[in-house]
Nanobody
């Protein structure tokens, strides 16, 4: 059974950067499409970014386009989310998700499309 562990969250000032990591154990993550979601207090979990298992295709929420970059390193069995120009509205718990059985360039925007989830890492952006 694969497990996902997110790291890299923390407190940062507006305009700063953070890089989140999602490390997989138990199985290779390279055959799984992956995504990042976030949940702010009192709000529903929302899509942030996604990447196909091949890395050939990525997708982003409009609110983070041009600021966030999702990537993967198969050798390290890890997916990353580089977050630049952070804003207070980016505050929330960030979750990594993964799913197998996808096509070469398939990405997924809905939380229900993912089968595996990490425990989340807190990101707080101060103004």
């Amino acid at each position: 059974q694969m497990q996902l562990v997110e790291t890299g969250g923390g407190l940062v000032q507006a305009g700063g950067s953070l890089r989140l990591s999602c490390a997989a154990s138990g199985r290779t993550l390279s055959s799984h499409a992956s995504g990042w979601f976030r949940q702010a207090p009192g709000k529903e979990r929302e899509f942030v970014a996604a990447i196909s298992w091949s890395g050939a295709r990525t997708g982003y929420a409009d609110s983070v386009k041009g600021r966030f970059t999702i990537s993967r390193d198969s050798a390290k069995n890890t997916v990353y989310l580089q977050m630049n120009s952070l804003k207070p509205e980016d505050t929330g718990v960030y979750y990594c998700a993964a799913r197998g059985g996808s096509l070469y360039s398939s990405i997924y925007y809905a939380a229900n499309d993912y089968f595996l989830w990490g425990q989340g890492t807190q990101v707080t952006v101060s103004s």
